[in-house]
């Protein structure tokens, strides 16, 4: 794809103007970094830092038949969700792979708010639309909304009367109507907030402002990774694909398996009885050497168990971690292991989840 190709979000000059690198990603040009990753990622960590979604995909669907429409579209249970609530949940394909990972908020009785990954809107808005029934109404709202996640332990300073976790409000702003959800991707406490787009600029300045004396930072989609890994939340595309289920990803929790119908749900059940011949394990290096990346190999004792599919040098451990499918008969939590980097092998353990814990 050619520079001039990529999207921009309606924050993009907001980027350009307070310094940020930018660069391609899921066909948009978004930040990478501003002032650094690492301080970035502790500025969330400890304080609040903000970052651009309005790349992401936001889906509205509604109808009388919509709940029980979606609930055999999607892994977790809607039918559990009260107006307000929200879920994470998968879509999947007829062999159970995951399309894409998302978030399900229930925003009205019988209307639902799919807030999807910024590289699967075409894609996932193809599948629902193909896979739609009478009196449902798909709607994308993409184009027209921006979003941001702020994000730290001192967000609930910035905002009063946040909703509980897990739950979006609806609340007016300095004019601007705007969708509060208490939901987040770094192990922090924080906020996801969707609005128009022509309120983008003005939203994103204010936060900012109010911030100020909070240390809040702009931060990019560097941060964003290295927070998310330390928690090992999955990243779609990297550790969650077409060819991997939620059980294989160790995610069975976000599936009901009692709900009698759902695309892919016989995969699962298989899977589920017959246990995953790979899984998902987080783990930490053992020595101080160069940090873990994708597609990297794993061993033990020189036979080769599995793939790397993310992996970074954590800013909160100051150590090597990373996410690999291994064999499952050698994914235990405590079991040595050897990442193959740059033809070097180098030990590491399989970790419990998380791999940051807050102190």
Request: glycine content about 10%.
């Amino acid at each position: 794809m050619t520079e001039a190709a990529q999207k921009k979000t309606p924050l993009y000059d907001e980027h350009v103007k307070r310094g940020a690198k930018m660069v391609p990603f899921a066909g948009w040009l978004m930040p990478v970094q501003y002032t650094g990753i690492v301080e970035e990622h502790q500025a969330v960590r400890n304080n609040v830092g903000i970052f651009d979604i309005s790349h992401m995909g936001q889906f509205v669907i509604s109808g009388s038949c919509a709940a029980t429409w979606l609930n055999t579209m999607l892994t977790n249970s809607i039918e559990k969700l009260d107006v307000g609530q929200g879920q994470y949940t998968f879509l999947l394909n007829d062999a159970g792979g995951i399309i894409d990972d998302l978030i399900a908020y229930r925003i009205g009785d019988t209307k639902f708010l799919l807030v999807v990954n910024a590289a699967c809107v075409e894609e996932d808005f193809a599948w629902l639309d193909r896979h739609r029934s009478e009196n449902v109404n798909l709607g994308d709202r993409s184009a027209h909304f921006g979003g941001v996640a702020i994000q730290g332990p001192r967000v609930a300073e910035l905002f009063v009367n946040l909703p509980a976790r897990n739950h979006i409000v609806d609340v007016e702003m300095e004019g601007m109507s705007v969708s509060i959800a208490r939901t987040g991707y770094t192990g922090e406490d924080g906020i996801e907030v969707f609005f128009s787009a022509k309120d983008a600029v003005n939203f994103w300045n204010t936060v900012l402002e109010k911030g100020k004396d909070l240390g809040i930072k702009p931060c990019g989609l560097g941060a964003r990774d290295t927070l998310r890994l330390e928690m090992c939340y999955p990243l779609n595309g990297s550790d969650l694909s077409p060819k991997r289920n939620p059980i294989e990803a160790g995610l069975g929790f976000f599936v009901d398996l009692t709900k009698q119908k759902f695309v892919g749900r016989d995969v699962l059940l298989k899977t589920k009885e017959n246990g995953p011949t790979e899984k998902l394990v987080p783990f930490k290096m053992q020595d101080k050497g160069p940090p873990p990346r994708p597609h990297y190999s794993v061993f033990e004792n020189g036979k080769r168990i599995g793939e790397v599919t993310s992996g970074t040098q954590s800013p909160s451990l100051n150590w090597g971690v990373g996410m690999a499918y291994i064999k499952a008969p050698h994914a235990k939590i405590g079991n040595e292991i050897d990442i193959e980097i740059r033809g070097q092998k180098f030990p590491a353990t399989i970790e419990k989840k998380p791999l940051y814990k807050k102190s």
